[in-house]
């Protein structure tokens, strides 16, 4: 099992930024693929960004590349979201997940999430 909880989200101004952390525990977590997925109000969940078990490897939606960047810190069992130009747009609750396959688009483990909000 792996237990993954979220934090960083909050309010901030378009143009702002905001980093994003998601503390993993339980199983060898190091040796999962880690995402990111968001929700907006009235959406269904999208996907966002993911990353290798080595970070040597990611992948983003259209719509965040060249503004978000995903990373990892193995050591401390912690994948990061670096969220940089923000949009009215990114407003969502973002959740965290984890899989051995870094090319599936369904996850095995989730956060519970954490709300970002970007006002216009």
């Known amino acids: 099992q792996v237990h993954l909880v979220e934090s960083g989200g909050g309010l901030v101004q378009t143009g702002g930024s905001l980093r994003l952390s998601c503390a993993a525990s339980g199983r060898t977590v190091s040796s999962y693929a880690m995402a990111w997925f968001r929700q907006a109000p009235g959406k269904e969940r999208e996907f966002v960004a993911a990353?290798?078990?080595?970070?040597?490897?990611?992948r983003y939606a259209d719509s965040v590349k060249g503004r978000f960047t995903i990373s990892r810190d193995n050591a401390k069992n912690t994948v990061y979201l670096q969220m940089n130009n923000l949009k009215p747009e990114d407003t969502a609750v973002y959740y965290c997940a984890a899989d051995a396959d870094y090319q599936t688009s369904r996850f095995e483990y989730w956060g519970q999430g954490t709300q970002v909000t970007v006002s216009s």
């Open positions: 990353i290798t078990w080595s970070g040597d490897s990611t």
